[in-house]
């Protein structure tokens, strides 16, 4: 599959058949997951893989009672050794655990895509019961579940904004394109070419 592809498969899936995932495709997942960047290549990452129906049970009512978490064949629970962090980072930690699972989760996602695999990323949840469901010590803090199963439905076109309200150039606001920046595709495109129009 091409990359943007994958990217295009990939959607938040919250209905699952029975069909289980393969243990050599939980690895490959996990082994690109620890592929990700990450604070000081400290790897304070930690993934707890959960099959037990009881133990899932257990979490989707940690994450705020989305029972429908429960079809999924995995979750994979991302936990980092918040406390390691620290001895390197102070203030900073929590944010950089924060987005060390997150691009974990990322890669773990678009994996799971590549693999014919759907998926869902959850961080509503109760910290303190999720601790306890997944026996973290004090060190570790949770930061995110992702279902992964088979998907009842394929991913739709996703409904995202045009790339023209989130691109500025040089300054946030400045929706000017300098000649030698890139092109924006579509009507942002056309936008940036008169308002260039008026600077030269
Ligand atoms: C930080 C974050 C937290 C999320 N938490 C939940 C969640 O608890 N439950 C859920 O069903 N989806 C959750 N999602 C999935 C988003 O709702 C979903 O990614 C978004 O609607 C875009 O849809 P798409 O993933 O299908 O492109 C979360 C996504 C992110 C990035």
Sequence with gaps: MEFKEILNRRYSCKSYNDKEVKNNDVIQILENAILAPNAGNLQAWRFIIIRNEEKKQEVSIACLQQKWMNQAS???????DLEYVKLHYGK?????CAQDSS?????????????????CFISAFDEGMLRNALSLPENLKPYCVIT????NKKSE??????????????????????????SLKNKTKKLVKKLTKHTK
């Design 92 to 96: 900073r930690s929590d944010l950089y």
């Design 103 to 119: 691009l974990a989760a990322s890669n773990i996602m678009s994996t799971a895509a590549s693999l014919d695999l759907d998926s």
């Design 148 to 151: 992964i199963g088979y998907g």
């Design 74 to 80: 995995i979750f994979i629970a991302i936990a980092e």
């Design 157 to 182: 076109e996703k409904k995202r904004r045009s790339l023209y309200d989130f691109v500025s150039f040089n300054t946030y606001g400045n929706k000017i394109q300098s000649k030698n920046s890139f």
